[in-house]
C-alpha cells in the first residue's frame, strides 16, 4: 500500500515537471555571462568573456552571440567595442596601453551586454577590477639568481602599498606557452621572491622572458609583468641535422635504389620493345622467303 | 580440324557477339557519354571557381577524389597480379578470363590518376612535380611508379593481344571495316605464329608478368607510404603497404568477378565463362578476405590496446555510431564475413551469390578507403583558434560526387571501345591445346 502510494507520487511529480519542461521549452532562457579582466605585462587590458545558457539541464556555450563592452565610472560611459563569440561561446576585448579609459576611485568598472534574440533574454554583467602593479626585480649573488616580485596598489593618498597575501606565480616564456617554475604568496609588504632554476634553457645567447603573474585575483583580476635577462643556459643550434624534413638533397641510398629500380624497370620494357621488333623482323623475312 | 581452324572459327564466333551494337549497348553508351559530359561540367565548374565548390575545407583537403584514386589503383590489381600470377603458374583455366583481367587493369590506370588532379587546388601546377619534384617524397615516388606501371600494363595488355590480331588481321569471314583491318594489320607486327615468332612472344609475356607483380606492388606501397609516412594518427601505421595490397588484390579480384559475370550475361559467353572460372576466382577472393580482415584486426588491434591519446580520437571516431561507426562496421564486418560466406560455403556457392559478394565486397572497400582518409583529417593535430564544423567536417559536393559518376561512367565507356577493337576472350590462347590436359573438350 505505501509503495502504491510512493509510486504515485512519483509518477504525479513526473508528469507535473514534464509539463514545466515542455512550458518552459518556447520561453527564453536568460543566459549568464562570465567575464573576468587582465592586465598583460606590455600594458594591455584584456576581458574576457564566455557565455552560456542551461538547455535542457544542461549548461552549454553560446556561439556567434553579439557584446558590446562599455567602461564607466558615475559620470562617463565609453563602448570600448563590439565581440562575437566563438564555438565555445568565448570571446575577448584587447584595450591597448594608453587608451583613456573613465576611472572610479580605485580602478575600473567594466559593463558587458547581451542584446538577446527570440531564444534568449537579453542580460548584462559588470566586473570591477582594483588597479594593481606588478614589480620584478632580477638579483644576481654569486651564483644564485633570485626573481623579486612586489604586488602594490596605490593608496587615498596616491602612495605606493603592497598588497599582502597574494598568490604569484613565476614562469618561463617558452615557444607556445608559460612554462611554470614556481608559486609564492606576498609577505605583509607584497613581496616574494623565488630562486631561478639554474638548468633552465635561454635562446642562443641564454636569453629567457621571465613572466610573474598574479593570477584571478577577485579584486584585481590578472596582472601580468615580464623581463628579459640571459640567465639561461645557453642553446647551441645543431648545424647539421641528421635528417630533416626539408632537406633539398635525398639520402644518396635512396637515390641510388631508385635508380636501380627504375633502371631494372625500364630496361625490361626496352628489351620487350626489342622483342616486338625481333618479332616484327622475322615475319618480315618470312613473308619475303 | 586444325589448331588454327579451331581458332578461326572461334573467333568468328566471339567477334559475332560484338559486330553489331544492340540497342541497348547505343542507349547505354549515349547515357554513360551523358554523365561524362556533366562530370565535364562539374570540373569546368571547379576550374573556374576553384575548390570552393567541392567539400574540401582547410581541415579535409583530401575526400572522395583520393578515394576514388586509391579505389581504382586498387581495382587494377585484378590484372596486374590475378593475370600475372596465373600467367607465370601457367594455369589453364585463367585463359578466358585474362583479357577482362587485363583490361580492368590498363583502365582503371588510366582513370586512377586524374583524381590528383582533381585534388590539386591549381592543377596547372602539376608540371612542377617534374620541374622541382623532391625524390625523397613519397609524391614523387607515386608520379614515377604509376607512370612506369601503367607503361608496363599497356605493354602486357599489347603482348597478349598480337596472337589475336594476327588472327583479326588472317581472318577472311570476319566482316570489319579496312580501316580496321589496316590497324590490326600494323598492330599485329607480321605475326605468323612462325616458332620464333612464338617462342619470343612467350618469353616476352613471361617477362612482363614477372615484372608487372613486383611492380603493382611497389605502387600500391608508395601509395600507403604517402599515408604511412606522415605521423598523423589513422595514417602513421607500418603495417600500411601490405594492408593496402592485400586491400587492393582483394578490391581488384571483386572487380574481375563482377566484370566476368556482366560480359558472360550480356555477351552470352557462357560457353567460354563457365561456374568453374566463378568458383575458381572464387576461391581467390576467399583467402584474400580472410587475409583483408586479418590486417584490419591486427591494425585496429594495435592501435586502440596502445591507448595513445591521438590515434584514439581517430578510433573512436571510428567505432562511435554516431559518428562513422555504422560504416566502420559495415566495412570491417559486412565486407569480409559476406563474400567469405559467399565463397566459402559450398551451400551457397553459385555464380550469382559470388557476383553478389564480390559487389559487397566492392562498395565496402570504396568505405574504407573514405574511412581510412576522412575522418584521420577531421581530426586537426594542432588545434585552430576558429575551429566552425564546417571547416572540419566534410560533406562531398555535387561537385565531386558527379566527378565520381564521371569515372565511374568513363571505366563503362573504356571497356565499351576496347571490346570493340579487342576480343574479350583471348582466341588464340584457349584454341591451344595443352599438353595432357582435356583442354578443349571443357571448353575452358
Known amino acids: 500500500m505505501i509503495l502504491k502510494k510512493i509510486f504515485q507520487i512519483i509518477l504525479v511529480l513526473t508528469v507535473f515537471s514534464g509539463f514545466n519542461r515542455i512550458a518552459r521549452a518556447d520561453e527564453p532562457v536568460t543566459p549568464r555571462i562570465t567575464a573576468t579582466y587582465a592586465k598583460l605585462s606590455d600594458g594591455t587590458k584584456r576581458i574576457s568573456i564566455a557565455l552560456s545558457a542551461r538547455q535542457n539541464d544542461k549548461r552549454v556555450n553560446i556561439p556567434d552571440a553579439a557584446l558590446?563592452?562599455?567602461?564607466?565610472?558615475?559620470?562617463?560611459?565609453?563602448?570600448?567595442?563590439?565581440?562575437i563569440t566563438n564555438q565555445q561561446g568565448k570571446a575577448s576585448l584587447d584595450i591597448e596601453p594608453g587608451t583613456t579609459l573613465p576611472r572610479d576611485q580605485d580602478g575600473y568598472t567594466f559593463m558587458v551586454l547581451f542584446g538577446g534574440n527570440t531564444k534568449l533574454d537579453k542580460t548584462s554583467q559588470s566586473i570591477h577590477a582594483t588597479e594593481a602593479f606588478l614589480e620584478i626585480s632580477l638579483n644576481e649573488k654569486d651564483t644564485i639568481k633570485t626573481i623579486t616580485a612586489r604586488v602594490i596598489k596605490h593608496n587615498e593618498k596616491g602612495e605606493k602599498v603592497g598588497i599582502p597575501d597574494v598568490p604569484v606565480e613565476f614562469n618561463v616564456k617558452r615557444l607556445f606557452c608559460l612554462y611554470p617554475i614556481g608559486n609564492e604568496k606576498t609577505d605583509s609588504l607584497g613581496s616574494c621572491s623565488l630562486e631561478f632554476p639554474s638548468t633552465m634553457p635561454g635562446d642562443?645567447?641564454?636569453?629567457?622572458?621571465?613572466?610573474?603573474r598574479m593570477p584571478d585575483n577577485e579584486t584585481y583580476g590578472t596582472v601580468e609583468e615580464s623581463k628579459d635577462i640571459n640567465w639561461g643556459t645557453l642553446l647551441v643550434y645543431k648545424v647539421k641535422p641528421i635528417r630533416g624534413l626539408g632537406d633539398t638533397d635525398a639520402p644518396l641510398w635512396m637515390v641510388y635504389t631508385l635508380l636501380v629500380l627504375l633502371t631494372g624497370v625500364w630496361l625490361h620494357v626496352v628489351y620487350i620493345i626489342v622483342l616486338v621488333i625481333r618479332i616484327n623482323i622475322i615475319g618480315k623475312k618470312a613473308i619475303k622467303s | 580440324m586444325s589448331q588454327q581452324e579451331i581458332a578461326q572459327q572461334k573467333l568468328v564466333e566471339i567477334f559475332a557477339h560484338f559486330g553489331k551494337p544492340s540497342k541497348f549497348s547505343k542507349g547505354l553508351f549515349i547515357f554513360l557519354i551523358l554523365i561524362v559530359l556533366f562530370a565535364f561540367y562539374a570540373l569546368i565548374l571547379q576550374m573556374t571557381r576553384g575548390q570552393i565548390v567541392t567539400g574540401m575545407r582547410d581541415y579535409v583537403i583530401w575526400g572522395i577524389y583520393e578515394v576514388n584514386f586509391i579505389f581504382f589503383i586498387g581495382i587494377s590489381y585484378a590484372g596486374a597480379m590475378i593475370s600475372?600470377?596465373?600467367?607465370?603458374?601457367?594455369?589453364?583455366?585463367r585463359k578466358p578470363i585474362i583479357r577482362i583481367a587485363e583490361m580492368i587493369t590498363v583502365i582503371s590506370v588510366l582513370i586512377g590518376p586524374l583524381y590528383v588532379l582533381l585534388s590539386m587546388g591549381r592543377m596547372d601546377r602539376f608540371l612542377h612535380i617534374f620541374e622541382y619534384g623532391r625524390i625523397q617524397s613519397p609524391i614523387v615516388w607515386d608520379v614515377i611508379a604509376i607512370t612506369t606501371y601503367l607503361t608496363c600494363s599497356i605493354l602486357f595488355l599489347y603482348l597478349a593481344l598480337i596472337r589475336d590480331y594476327a588472327l583479326l588481321r588472317d581472318n577472311q569471314e570476319l566482316k570489319i571495316s579496312s580501316f580496321r583491318k589496316k590497324i590490326y594489320r600494323k598492330l599485329a607486327v607480321t605475326y605468323h605464329e612462325l616458332p620464333?615468332?612464338?617462342?619470343?612472344l612467350n618469353r616476352g609475356l613471361s617477362v612482363m608478368s614477372a615484372i608487372i607483380i613486383p611492380l603493382a606492388v611497389l605502387v600500391h606501397s608508395v601509395l600507403a607510404w604517402i599515408f604511412g609516412m606522415t605521423i598523423r594518427p589513422g595514417w602513421h601505421s607500418t603495417i600500411f603497404a601490405p594492408y593496402f595490397v592485400i586491400a587492393a588484390v582483394f578490391s581488384g579480384t571483386a572487380v574481375l568477378i563482377i566484370a566476368m559475370w556482366i560480359f558472360r550475361k550480356y555477351y552470352h559467353l557462357e560457353e567460354y565463362i563457365t561456374e568453374k572460372h566463378f568458383k575458381y576466382i572464387g576461391l581467390i577472393l576467399?583467402?584474400?578476405?580472410?587475409l583483408y580482415g586479418y590486417f584490419t584486426f591486427s591494425e585496429y588491434l594495435t592501435v586502440w590496446y596502445g591507448s595513445e591519446t591521438w590515434e584514439l580520437e581517430v578510433i573512436y571516431k571510428l567505432f562511435d555510431f554516431s559518428d562513422y561507426g555504422a560504416w566502420f562496421y559495415l566495412a570491417a564486418f559486412a565486407g569480409v564475413l559476406i563474400p567469405m560466406l559467399f565463397t566459402g560455403i559450398p551451400f551457397f556457392r553459385n555464380i550469382n551469390t559470388i557476383t553478389i559478394g564480390a559487389v559487397i565486397a566492392v562498395v565496402c572497400m570504396w568505405i574504407k578507403r573514405y574511412l581510412i582518409i576522412v575522418p584521420t583529417l577531421e581530426t586537426p593535430l594542432l588545434p585552430?583558434?576558429?575551429?566552425?564544423p564546417e571547416y572540419v567536417h566534410y560533406h562531398a559536393s555535387w561537385v565531386e560526387w558527379s566527378l565520381t559518376a564521371g569515372g565511374v561512367a568513363l571505366f563503362f565507356l573504356f571497356f565499351m571501345i576496347f571490346i570493340r577493337f579487342?576480343?574479350?576472350?583471348p582466341v588464340a590462347d584457349i584454341s591451344e591445346v595443352p599438353e595432357n590436359k582435356e583442354f578443349i573438350s571443357e571448353k575452358l
Not at chain 1, 642562443?204 to 610573474?212: A, E, F, L, P, Y
Not at chain 2, 600470377?85 to 589453364?92: G, S
Open chain 1, 68 to 83: 558590446q563592452i562599455i567602461a564607466q565610472n558615475e559620470a562617463i560611459k565609453t563602448i570600448l567595442g563590439n565581440v
Open chain 1, 204 to 212: 642562443k645567447n641564454g636569453k629567457v622572458t621571465i613572466v610573474v
Open chain 2, 84 to 93: 600475372g600470377i596465373l600467367h607465370l603458374l601457367h594455369v589453364e583455366w
Open chain 2, 196 to 200: 620464333l615468332q612464338k617462342k619470343l
Open chain 2, 286 to 290: 576467399l583467402v584474400l578476405a580472410g
Open chain 2, 384 to 388: 585552430n583558434q576558429d575551429y566552425r
Open chain 2, 422 to 425: 579487342m576480343p574479350i576472350i
